[in-house]
């Protein structure tokens, strides 16, 4: 079981975020781990929190580039690793300390798993005010094609990421992780999902993930679909019964809201009438 897993940490802009992130690593209960902190040209003192880490304990070490966006981060830190199994965890993000110790024996018995993942919990300040669950099954890339269910912190193999060329370094408007599910979980396996709660994400007001689904969810969304094009036509009544129910869902979202645009319009025309009604009943 003594395999050596590598954490990758990409940090950009966070570095008030990082201590905490990393003493989840350090806090394991496995302890056969190393951690490739990434800073990605960011402008903070990523690199001051950072030296302070891998002064405290060799198997944390640094790397400093120019920006190249999440997937450019990841792949840098993924290409100079020594693991064999990899584990992303943004800076924000914590482990629970007995993340790897649970996670890393089920991806040696699972030889046909292609993605270790668990249930999370959402959290704002800190994991002690929870504010949402994902719990995701297992599945196969089948159960990927219309909505990421793993969270970039899963665990898989280095081999997997070199057979995929890596992160989608065009992506940097977001989903670059469920691209990368979909890349390797098709590879003819599955993913398996462990049934505790191993990872806290953090909720931000404002963050990459709220930005992607914000303004670049479909741009993002059919980029994967014509990259996966084969998935999505084997799969093709599934996806055409999914495409049109998004479209009515949508219809009726715009109904509603035009709707409700005619009513306050009509207040507003109608609210001098009121108001000389009741004048006319003093």
Same mark, same amino acid.
């Given at each position: 079981?003594?395999?050596?897993?590598?954490?990758? /940490?990409?940090?950009?802009?966070?570095?008030?975020?990082?201590? $905490?992130?990393?003493?989840?690593?350090?806090?394991?209960?496995?302890?056969?781990?190393?951690?490739?902190?990434?800073?990605?040209?960011?402008? @903070?003192?990523?690199?001051?929190?950072?030296?302070?880490?891998?002064?405290?304990?060799?198997?944390?070490?640094?790397?400093?580039?120019?920006?190249?966006?999440?997937?450019?981060?990841?792949?840098?830190?993924?290409?100079?690793?020594?693991? $064999?199994?990899?584990?992303?965890?943004?800076?924000?993000?914590?482990?629970? &300390?007995?993340?790897?110790?649970?996670? /890393?024996?089920?991806?040696?018995?699972?030889? $046909?798993?292609?993605?270790?993942?668990?249930? %999370?919990?959402?959290?704002?300040?800190?994991?002690?005010?929870?504010?949402?669950?994902?719990?995701?099954?297992?599945? %196969?890339?089948?159960?990927?094609?219309?909505?990421?269910?793993?969270?970039?912190?899963? *665990?898989?193999?280095?081999?997997?990421? &070199?057979?995929?060329?890596?992160?989608?370094?065009?992506?940097?408007?977001?989903? $670059?992780?469920? @691209?990368?599910?979909?890349?390797? /979980?098709?590879?003819n396996k599955n993913y398996i999902v462990i049934?505790?709660?191993?990872?806290?994400?953090?909720?931000?007001? %404002?963050?990459?993930?709220?930005d992607t689904i914000g303004n670049h969810f479909? @741009?993002?969304?059919?980029?994967?679909?014509?990259?996966?094009?084969?998935?999505?036509?084997?799969?093709?009544?599934?996806? /055409?019964?999914v495409m049109f129910y998004n479209i009515r869902?949508?219809?009726?979202?715009?109904?509603?809201?035009?709707?409700?645009?005619?009513?306050?319009?009509?207040?507003?025309? *109608?609210?001098?009438?009121?108001?000389?009604?009741?004048?006319?009943?003093?």
């Amino acid at each position: 079981m003594s395999k050596l897993v590598s954490i990758i /940490v990409p940090c950009y802009k966070q570095a008030h975020f990082l201590e $905490e992130s990393l003493g989840s690593v350090m806090n394991q209960t496995y302890n056969n781990w190393e951690c490739i902190i990434v800073n990605d040209g960011s402008p @903070d003192e990523t690199d001051r929190v950072a030296l302070k880490w891998t002064a405290k304990d060799e198997r944390f070490k640094y790397l400093e580039q120019k920006n190249k966006g999440l997937s450019g981060a990841r792949n840098a830190g993924i290409e100079i690793c020594e693991g $064999e199994y990899i584990l992303p965890l943004d800076a924000d993000d914590i482990l629970d &300390k007995e993340y790897l110790k649970i996670i /890393v024996p089920e991806i040696l018995k699972q030889p $046909e798993a292609a993605v270790i993942s668990c249930y %999370t919990k959402f959290f704002q300040g800190n994991t002690n005010t929870i504010v949402g669950e994902l719990k995701p099954e297992n599945g %196969t890339v089948t159960s990927l094609l219309y909505q990421n269910q793993l969270v970039a912190t899963s *665990l898989f193999r280095k081999a997997s990421w &070199k057979q995929v060329g890596g992160y989608d370094e065009t992506m940097k408007k977001g989903f $670059e992780d469920w @691209d990368f599910w979909i890349s390797i /979980v098709k590879l003819n396996k599955n993913y398996i999902v462990i049934p505790k709660y191993l990872f806290f994400y953090r909720k931000a007001k %404002t963050s990459m993930l709220a930005d992607t689904i914000g303004n670049h969810f479909e @741009d993002n969304k059919e980029y994967i679909v014509k990259k996966h094009a084969s998935l999505y036509i084997e799969d093709f009544d599934n996806f /055409v019964s999914v495409m049109f129910y998004n479209i009515r869902t949508h219809r009726a979202s715009e109904m509603r809201l035009k709707n409700n645009k005619f009513l306050k319009f009509s207040r507003i025309l *109608l609210k001098p009438i009121d108001i000389l009604k009741n004048s006319l009943k003093r």
